[in-house]
């Protein structure tokens, strides 16, 4: 293969593997194959500069943390504090939308330990069933402002 069909085919085969778990993951680099180009030092500087706790390597697969850049789940930028289903450009459940919650350290804890059991219709079904990595992960929310 050339290059670009190479490039190409990687970038393909990267969105299908994370088309199986739901999202997309566009700050993470794939791991480039021996025809590929080697990453700029830009594109691996994230992984580096990046204060996201471990715990949140999950989230990142559907949750941007940029402002206004929705993806499978909407951005986290700026959701400590904010109402529940109110994150412009995504297209939430109706159950969530009017639910109430305003996003707290005790509303994302509930909701992390089990996102279908606090508000049934929801689209995110993942939970974090780890009080340290939820602890770590609404610490690290908190930061998104």
């Given at each position: 293969?050339t290059?670009?069909a190479t490039?190409?085919?990687?970038?393909?085969?990267s969105?299908l593997?994370?088309?199986?778990?739901?999202?997309?993951a566009?700050?993470?680099?794939a791991t480039?194959?021996?025809q590929a180009?080697a990453?700029?030092?830009?594109?691996?500087?994230p992984?580096?500069?990046?204060?996201?706790p471990?715990?949140f390597?999950?989230?990142?697969s559907?949750?941007?943390t940029?402002?206004?850049?929705?993806?499978i789940?909407p951005?986290l930028?700026g959701?400590?504090?904010?109402k529940?289903?109110?994150v412009?450009?995504?297209a939430f459940s109706p159950?969530?939308?009017?639910?109430?919650?305003?996003?707290d350290?005790k509303?994302?804890?509930?909701w992390l330990?089990?996102?279908?059991?606090?508000v049934?219709g929801t689209?995110?079904?993942l939970?974090?069933?780890d009080?340290?990595?939820?602890?770590?992960?609404?610490?690290?929310?908190?930061?998104?402002?």
């Amino acid at each position: 293969m050339t290059k670009p069909a190479t490039i190409f085919a990687l970038s393909l085969a990267s969105a299908l593997a994370l088309g199986g778990c739901g999202g997309s993951a566009p700050d993470q680099a794939a791991t480039p194959s021996p025809q590929a180009q080697a990453p700029t030092p830009a594109a691996s500087s994230p992984a580096v500069t990046d204060p996201a706790p471990i715990a949140f390597a999950s989230c990142r697969s559907c949750h941007s943390t940029e402002p206004g850049r929705n993806g499978i789940g909407p951005t986290l930028h700026g959701i400590v504090g904010s109402k529940a289903g109110e994150v412009e450009g995504y297209a939430f459940s109706p159950a969530l939308k009017e639910s109430g919650i305003v996003w707290d350290r005790k509303s994302l804890d509930t909701w992390l330990q089990g996102p279908i059991r606090m508000v049934p219709g929801t689209k995110m079904v993942l939970p974090v069933p780890d009080p340290e990595k939820r602890k770590a992960i609404i610490d690290y929310l908190e930061t998104l402002k």
